[in-house]
C-alpha cells in the first residue's frame, strides 16, 4: 500500500463547476500538507500549504486536512479553464520538512473545459 | 524568483550509456533533491542533499548516484542506463526550514533505448 493515495482521474468539468481533490494516508507522523500544480511540460508549483488539521483559504482555493481521518481535500471554486493541471498533494512529517524531503501522491489530471 | 534550471529538456541515450543530468539553482539554497515521474507513481525521491558533498538516499535510489561540488549544482549520474529508467526527471531546490516549499525546474525527459 502507498503511503499517499490520490485518484489519478482524469477529471474533466465545464467551467464555473466547483472541484474536489482528495488524498488519503497511511503515516499518522505527517504534519505538513501540500498541493502542488503542474502544467503540461512545466514543474510543479506550490499552491497550498497546511500545518496539521484545519482550513486554509486562498482565493478560489481551499484545503483542508482531518488528521483523524488522515484524508486532505483541495476545492477549486468557479473553476476555470486556466485550472487546468494535473494537482499532486504532497506531505511530510516535521523531520521531513526540514529537510524539504516530501512524499507525493500520483497526482489527478484536471481538465476545465469552457 | 528563484529559478531551478535543468540542463537538459529531452534526452536520449543508449542503454549502457552513462548519463549525467545537471541541475543549477539560484536562490542560495541549501537543499536540493532529484525526483523522477512516472504516469500513476506521481514523484518519487531519488536522492537529496541538504548541503556542498552531502547526500542521502531517498526512496529509489538503485542505479544511481549524485554529486553536490557546489552549493548551486546537483548532478543526478545513471552509472549504466536501463530502459527502466526511461522517466521524467525533476530537480528541486529549497531553504532548510519546514515552512519552504519546493522550487521545481522544468524536468528532463530522458529516453532510454
Known amino acids: 500500500q502507498k503511503e499517499v493515495e490520490q485518484d489519478p482521474g482524469p477529471l474533466s468539468v465545464p467551467e464555473g463547476a466547483i472541484v474536489s481533490l482528495n488524498c488519503t494516508y497511511s503515516n499518522s507522523a505527517f504534519q505538513y500538507f501540500m498541493w502542488y500544480r503542474q502544467y503540461s511540460r512545466k ?14 483559504e486562498d482565493g478560489r482555493f481551499t484545503a483542508q486536512v482531518d488528521k483523524s481521518s488522515k484524508y486532505i481535500s483541495l476545492f477549486i471554486r468557479d473553476s476555470q479553464p486556466s485550472d487546468s493541471a494535473t494537482y499532486l498533494c504532497a506531505m511530510s512529517d516535521a523531520g521531513g520538512t526540514s529537510y524539504g524531503k516530501l512524499t507525493f501522491g500520483q497526482g489527478t489530471i484536471l481538465t476545465v473545459h469552457p | 524568483d528563484v529559478k531551478v534550471t ?3 529538456r529531452y534526452l536520449v541515450k543508449r542503454t549502457g550509456e552513462k548519463v549525467f543530468l545537471e541541475c543549477v539553482q539560484d536562490m542560495d539554497h541549501e ?7 512516472d504516469p500513476g507513481l506521481g514523484l518519487r525521491l531519488i536522492y537529496f542533499s541538504y548541503d556542498v558533498k552531502m547526500k542521502e538516499k531517498g526512496d529509489i ?9 557546489k552549493k548551486e549544482r546537483f ?9 527502466n529508467q526511461t522517466s521524467m526527471y525533476l530537480c528541486a531546490s529549497s531553504w532548510g526550514t519546514p ?3 519546493l522550487h521545481f525546474g522544468n524536468g528532463t525527459r530522458l529516453t532510454v533505448t
Open chain 2, 61 to 69: 535510489p538503485e542505479g544511481y548516484s549524485v554529486s553536490r561540488e
Open chain 2, 75 to 83: 548532478s543526478l549520474i545513471l552509472e549504466s542506463a536501463s530502459t
Open chain 1, 43 to 56: 514543474g510543479p508549483e506550490l499552491l497550498m500549504y497546511t500545518y496539521s488539521s484545519g482550513n486554509k
Open chain 2, 99 to 101: 515552512n519552504s516549499p
Open chain 2, 31 to 37: 537543499n536540493m533533491f532529484w525526483y523522477r515521474q
Open chain 2, 6 to 8: 535543468q540542463s537538459s
